[in-house]
């Protein structure tokens, strides 16, 4: 191989290579992709209509109903607030586990009913009994509605288990034996013995996003014009386009949002490529790929793969980066009734070790032309982004 056919090695390029090479490493910061039909529970109230004929059951035996706070209760009905779970809101299908509970007294024993979680798809109602973990009713039959992005329940009827009502009549003295007498008192409590009717009003933390329409994306001129300025040239990987000079719609393929636009992962198909050929044995491509928009943590991560003629720079695929802070949170309106959040204009700086990979471009330029260039720098603005997302 002669000098004239042997590839070409731009002075300088050495050290930007260590450098962009060290920062790619720096990058493996994991996003994990997750995906599910179900929201999470942010609030939600749940109400017990008591059976007005098991009430005087149990009063005829001395037994009184009482609430452990902070549920509440106004006659026959018991409240208790929605402490944690999740639905999905296209079946009714979920959990929701409660705060609160009910203190059940006969003479001098009582025994408390509290972490009460109903589970409509094993239509169970479960619930700490006196220290024990029980089912403590079976759900016979529920329906569903949505209520703007959340989910109201209905159920018709709760039934008292056998292994609740034993372990209820136990712990308030029912099953001891009396003197004189060969067998225990019958107790209050039965199998299948109606306990009443419930409904719960919910609202989600989060909405799971329906794959359709895009996040408009907007790179900062001053930015861009930096890269632009060495050499640098940014293509589109398909699904997404370029509808216009200096705008990028990425295709939303899912993830999640709150309806106050403040937490949450958008996520996004295709990606840019950032390409510098600055001749024979000088060429590279950072792909940016699949941009989520994390409104919990706050951050712009994409999937990061870096080629290059140059061997310490051919790294290949590195995984999921965060790249940059979102500093402007745009503003966000929520639709209830046609459960869509939109986001308008939100704000991203470039990170640290983000902003020194793509300032490796500048210095690899100038070593090789020995003139001097603006540098990218950590808190430079990326751009802004857009977009409306559609929740199931």
Known sequence: MTDATRPRRVLGLKLPVGIMAAALFALLAFAPFASAASDPIGSGTTTVTLNKGTLRVWKKRGVRVSKVSPAKISGTKASFTVKEGSLDPTTGAGTLSHNGGLKFKARRKSVTVK???????????????????LKLASIVGFSFARNGFGVNLT??????????????????????KRKGHKRPRRGPFKANQVLGSGSSETQPLTVTIVPGGNVSFTPNATTL???????????????TTSPKPGEFAFPISGGTISPAGTA???????GLNLVQNLGPGAETTITLGAFFFDLSAKTVSVEVVATSTVSDLNLGAIGRSSIADI????????DPVTRTVTVQNAGASLQEVSATVLDGFVKVFEGATKVPQEHIKPGDPLGTFSFTAQTQ
């Open 327 to 334: 500093t402007v949170p745009g503003t966000v309106t929520a």
């Open 264 to 270: 949450g992962k958008t996520e996004t198909a295709g």
């Open 155 to 176: 159920i018709k009827k709760l039934k008292l288990t056998g292994a609740a009502a034993k372990q209820l009549n136990k712990k308030l003295g029912f099953s001891a």
């Open 115 to 133: 972490n009460l979680v109903i589970d409509t798809s094993k239509k169970s109602l479960s619930a700490n009994v006196g220290g024990k973990k």
């Open 225 to 239: 014009g930096k890269l632009a300025k060495v050499g640098v040239v940014v293509n589109t990987i398909a699904p």
